[in-house]
């Protein structure tokens, strides 16, 4: 108990009590998830343990509870990493926050008794919500198992929680509900509790990695180192270039072109005055002119002299 009316650090008297949980996680995505929670625990807080049978020098409490909640899980590890890290990694480190409905029976004992009655009897219901947060670090022992530590800070949100409220259904005890002495104490309605767990989690499925363990950029570092590893044949020319133009036979328009004619893209014997005399023939390259006469003009225009 942290902050309550009676609590569990006192001076170099501290109480400790014990829990335990079962959860059911479904990941979400890489970096989130959902958690059906159920905890089971005990806190001892107060100036003493609870000691039935002796007459007690100061007051103690003890109360046993019971919690179902739905809790958010994120990865901040994997929300936080490096894009250009492409190591693997074995430690996560998460944050938690939900909420749930809480069930106890809280014992108390008071200065100078030697019993401990029931002071507070709660069920689960709608009326007994409480919020939870916190943090864990998980550590990735292999594939199917993982270890975590988790330290979850609980908001009762109920001033009767650590044994402060009236004694259930007793009116001798001169006081009710809240008027009690010891609930007095603290202003504040809600009584909180630290809870710090180390647990072991069983991960199912049939994939290699965990959602909750997958980094998507994995994927792409061993892609890229695939294709560095792997030497690829590019294979040209499939039909050969029988012209030996340098234009592949796949796309050459011109399969029989002559040796030592210029091409185009398409292996197509270059023509420039476009006169149907390929260059390699045309002895005037520039000029149109017959076949017959080897590209040139027939009759040349002979400038006027000055």
Known sequence: ?????????????????????????????????????????????????????STANSVGAKTKYQTISLIGDINLSNLLRKIDSDLPFRWALHGYAGFGTIAYKTYRQDEGSTSAPLITDKDFSMKSLFGQ?????????????????????????DDSFDGGGNYLGNADLGY????????????????????????????????????????????????????????????????????????CDDWDRQLDTPVGARVDGAGVALDTDLDGVIDLHDKCVTVPGPVENQGCPVNPITPPVK
């Open 176 to 247: 009710n509900g809240y008027d009690s002495p010891i609930n007095s104490r603290d202003n504040q309605t809600s009584d909180n509790y630290f809870n710090a767990t180390l647990g072991i989690s069983l991960k199912l499925g049939k994939h290699q990695s965990h959602l909750m363990w997958h980094d998507p950029l994995q994927e792409m570092y061993y892609k890229l180192d695939v294709l560095d590893n792997k030497n690829v044949d590019v294979e040209v020319c499939k039909k050969g270039d029988a012209d030996n133009d340098g234009i």
């Open 133 to 157: 947060a916190g943090a864990g670090l998980k550590f990735k022992v292999n594939r199917r198992i993982d270890i975590e530590g988790r330290v979850m800070y609980i908001i009762t949100g």
């Open 1 to 53: 108990m942290h902050s309550a009316d009676l609590n569990s650090f006192n001076k170099g008297k501290n109480l400790f009590g014990y829990s335990a949980y079962l959860s059911i996680d479904k990941a979400i995505t890489h970096a989130f998830g959902l958690n059906l929670q159920y905890d089971l625990g005990e806190t001892n807080q107060g100036l003493s343990k609870i000691n039935e049978g």
